[in-house]
């Protein structure tokens, strides 16, 4: 089955600062692979998405890149912001309808 | 529009009692799952359904049971509750499928002592 490893576990910044989280996942038929945010004492809720054929994909101060070859993709974070502070994470699925999850990655920005 | 909702919000049980759960969408989605959340392990999957009527294991599917007898509702119970079953629990909506975003309700806590 799908394995998908996210790191770091925590991250720290100061506002305005970049963020990036890292995923990798092991099943080469993975083709959709979703960001999910979760605040606190709140369910999961969907900030970004991307398919195979798309290598980048952009949304105001977030991002996502894709890289098949090396089977990894990355959440970027620009000019973050107090309210950014959450626990993320990324998802990869493909020929099943069932998205395996990375562990998360709580992400602190500090005033 | 309610999207996705669970009841309870909150439980507190003691060892060997049941219960159920209930997750409930407006949405008219046909794919319904019950994760666990525990500290540092993500989003485990332990039941799905793909429609009304049908339900499959998933990750860590042990001392859970579910049903889907309508499309809108979807059941986790457990039948004799265990420490380790204490966790935060959430269901999840999508319309279709892998392609497709998941809806989360806003979960349940849930503490067996």
């Known amino acids: 089955g799908e394995n998908v490893e996210q790191h770091p576990s925590t991250l720290s910044v100061q506002e305005g600062d970049s963020a990036v989280i890292k995923c990798t996942y092991s099943d080469s038929a993975s083709n959709y692979f979703p960001w999910y945010k979760q605040e606190l004492g709140k369910g999961p809720q969907l900030i970004i998405d991307i398919r195979s054929n798309v290598g980048e994909k952009k949304d105001q101060r977030i991002a996502v890149t894709l890289n098949k070859t090396a089977k990894h993709f990355s959440l970027h974070i620009t000019e973050t912001q107090p309210e950014d502070s959450a626990v993320y994470f990324c998802a990869a699925s493909g020929g099943s309808y069932i998205p395996t999850f990375g562990r998360g990655t709580s992400l602190i920005v500090h005033p | 529009n309610a999207g996705v909702t669970q009841t309870p919000k909150f439980r507190v049980l003691k060892t060997g009692q049941s219960m159920t759960l209930l997750c409930a969408q407006d949405?008219?989605?046909?794919?319904m799952y019950w994760y666990r959340q525990d500290p540092g392990m993500g989003l485990r999957l332990i039941h799905y359904s793909v429609g009304e009527g049908t339900t499959a294991k998933g990750e860590v599917p042990d001392g859970y049971n579910v049903s889907r007898l309508k499309k809108q509702n979807f059941l986790l119970g457990l039948e004799s509750a265990a420490p380790s079953q204490t966790s935060v629990y959430f269901c999840?909506?999508?319309?279709?499928?892998?392609?497709?975003?998941?809806?989360f309700g806003p979960g349940t806590r849930l503490t067996v002592l």
């Open positions: 999840a909506t999508t319309l279709l499928g892998s392609y497709n975003e998941q809806f």
């Open positions: 949405m008219n989605h046909e794919y």
